[in-house]
């Protein structure tokens, strides 16, 4: 992967947890873990199988250098939207991680 393709910021989110008065653990907003270069394709019929498996509709696909601790709890926010991870597949040996999202934006 050429660092002149990463040309999207994208911010990287985690869900947060607080306590509630009585004690219980519920879940309030999404906070940054991470905000790196990315580049955005919208899906070709054959990343659109590939990620198939995931069972949901994906829209789009984020290349981003690998990162570990990524998975289809975090979300991504890009231009203004929300996308949820549905999943994500190494490439380039791992030196890279695609993630397939769909928008959570309407």
Not at 4 to 25: P, Y
């Amino acid at each position: 992967m050429k660092a002149g393709d990463l040309k999207e910021r994208i911010a990287i989110t985690a869900a947060t947890s607080a306590q509630n008065a009585i004690g219980e653990v519920v879940a309030s907003a999404y906070a940054t873990v991470a905000t790196v270069w990315a580049a955005k394709w919208t899906l070709t019929s054959k990343d659109i199988a590939r990620a198939a498996s995931a069972q949901q509709q994906t829209e789009a696909k984020f290349a981003i250098r690998y990162r570990d601790g990524i998975s289809t709890s975090n979300r991504i926010v890009h231009k203004g939207t929300d996308y949820q991870i549905v999943s994500t597949e190494e490439f380039e040996d791992g030196w890279g991680l695609y993630l397939f999202v769909r928008s959570l934006t309407v």
